[in-house]
């Protein structure tokens, strides 16, 4: 079974762009996950999709949202770039029942704003 | 607010020796708790997965306690080998439920010859 793609992996951005960053999760699995990844930070969670509709978001600013389309495919998308969204964009997949279920990530979208 | 703590400092260990990282919590009551391994510039790998009515649990090498008394998680790797190096990160489930994890900052686990 193929696992996690996450599309550019590597990104370089001016401040003030937007990106859109893509994530294809396992075949079967309906939830989709995002996380920032930075040295001081940790991973912290940005938002979870699950057939097609946001069931859960993190503490971003508005403009970072995503969406999910019907083949479970993400897309995450950061408007108006600020230096400090730079960082390793992961995705990760699961089954996406409502118990807590093991996450299969991605190898992440590295994001580089000047 | 939630919290999760794991040692910060980086664990060195011989090879052979037994691995063991913590995982503290407060402001928690988590139906589950689950440990991931990251090695540099990639996604974090899925290890184990404990309930909060499993005491222990078991996989090769790999075991994880949980103590809902003292919020607290053990992660051993017994006969440890160089190539177990790498960031150990538990995750527990956030309010919420759904897929919502939170992190702690990981640990780094060294093993040398």
């Known amino acids: 079974k193929a696992g996690v793609t996450q599309t550019p992996r590597y990104l370089i951005k001016t401040r003030g762009q937007q990106v859109t960053l893509s994530c294809s999760p396992i075949?079967?699995?309906?939830?989709v996950s995002w996380y920032q990844q930075t040295p001081g930070q940790g991973l912290q969670f940005l938002f979870e999709?699950?057939?097609?509709?946001?069931?859960n978001k993190g503490n971003f600013p508005g403009r970072f949202s995503g969406r999910q389309f019907s083949n479970s495919r993400s897309e995450m998308n950061v408007s108006t770039l600020e230096l400090g969204d730079s960082a390793l964009y992961l995705c990760?997949?699961?089954?996406?029942?409502?118990?807590?279920?093991?996450?299969?990530f991605g190898p992440g979208t590295r994001l580089t704003v000047t | 607010s939630q919290k999760i703590e794991q040692n910060s400092e980086a664990l060195n260990i011989q090879e052979g020796k037994t691995a063991t990282l913590t995982c503290n919590y407060t402001n928690y009551s988590p139906a589950y708790l689950q440990w991931y391994r990251q090695d540099p510039g990639r996604g974090p790998v899925f290890l184990l997965l404990?309930?909060?009515?499993?005491k222990e649990k078991r996989k090769e090498r790999l075991k994880v306690t949980f103590d809902t008394t003292l919020k607290q998680s053990l992660f051993h790797i017994t006969a440890s080998q160089p190539a177990d190096s790498a960031t150990y990160l538990c995750?527990?489930?956030?309010?919420?439920?759904?897929?919502?994890?939170?992190f702690g900052t990981g640990t780094q686990l060294k093993v040398e010859l």
């Open positions: 075949s079967g699995h309906r939830s």
């Open positions: 999709y699950f057939s097609e509709t946001q069931r």
């Open positions: 995750a527990l489930e956030s309010t919420g439920g759904g897929n919502k994890l939170t």
């Open positions: 404990i309930r909060e009515n499993e």
């Open positions: 990760a997949s699961s089954f996406g029942g409502v118990q807590s279920y093991e996450q299969y």
